[in-house]
Every structure is written in C-alpha cells, then in structure tokens.
C-alpha cells in the first residue's frame, strides 16, 4: 500500500481543513486506516482511526467534536474534515495503513504498516 497525504494549509483559529490520504494497491480497501500528527518537538500522536468498511470510528479527547474520519474506498481514499480548528492542532500530519486486520490498538502509531509523507498544518491565533 502506498500512501499521499494532501490538503494541508495555513488557517486561522476557527477555520476548517480537509486532509485527503490516497492510496494505492489492492490491500487499501481492506485496511483499517489512521490519521496521526506530529508538532515541533512533541511524539507522534494518534488523532483518528477507521475501519476497512467506515463502520467504526475513533478519535483521540483533544479532537472528538470537531474532527471527522471517512473514506471512500471506491476512491481508494480516506478523509480528515477538521474544523473549529486551534493553534494546538498545528503540526505535520500523516495518514496511515495496517495490514494486520485488527482493530486493536488502533492508536498506537506501531501497529501501522504504511505510512504518507506528511502534510503541514498550520493554525494561526
């Protein structure tokens, strides 16, 4: 599985962002997937998961209310609508495949196989 993170951007305080992961290979669509993101000298933290078929769904405290993970596996694509967003949701953010056909542990960012390059985003005050 091959991943490409997008729709990352500058926003002010309040506004509303939505990450795009594309994926590739025939395993995609059966993959449970995440969304993780990473500040300036802070760890790896998880932000929200999916299952293989979008019938669950996780998010992490910091996030739940404002964030929503989807996916369109037509499309071979999962999605992060992010709004109401803060200067504390500015970092690097990634998505992220596992191929263990699991749900558990879905947020810990170990248990992923494949990972996107990244995308920034950046919350102004």
């Known amino acids: 599985v091959q991943l490409q993170a997008s729709g990352g951007g500058l926003v002010q305080a309040g506004g509303s962002l939505r990450l795009s992961c594309a994926g590739s290979g025939r395993t995609f669509s059966r993959s449970d997937m995440g969304w993780f993101r990473q500040a300036p000298g802070k760890e790896r933290e998880f932000v929200a998961a999916?299952?293989?078929?979008?019938?669950?769904?996780a998010y992490a405290d910091s996030v739940k209310g404002r964030f929503t993970i989807s996916r369109d596996n037509g499309k071979n694509t999962v999605y992060l609508q992010m709004n109401s967003l803060k200067p504390e949701d500015t970092a690097v953010y990634y998505c992220?495949?596992?191929?263990?056909?699991?749900?558990?542990?879905?947020?810990?960012?170990?248990?992923?196989?494949?990972w996107g390059q990244g995308t920034q985003v950046t919350v102004s005050s």
């Open positions: 999916i299952t293989w078929s979008g019938g669950s769904t």
């Open positions: 992220a495949a596992r191929s263990d056909y699991t749900w558990r542990d879905y947020d810990h960012f170990d248990v992923y196989d494949y």
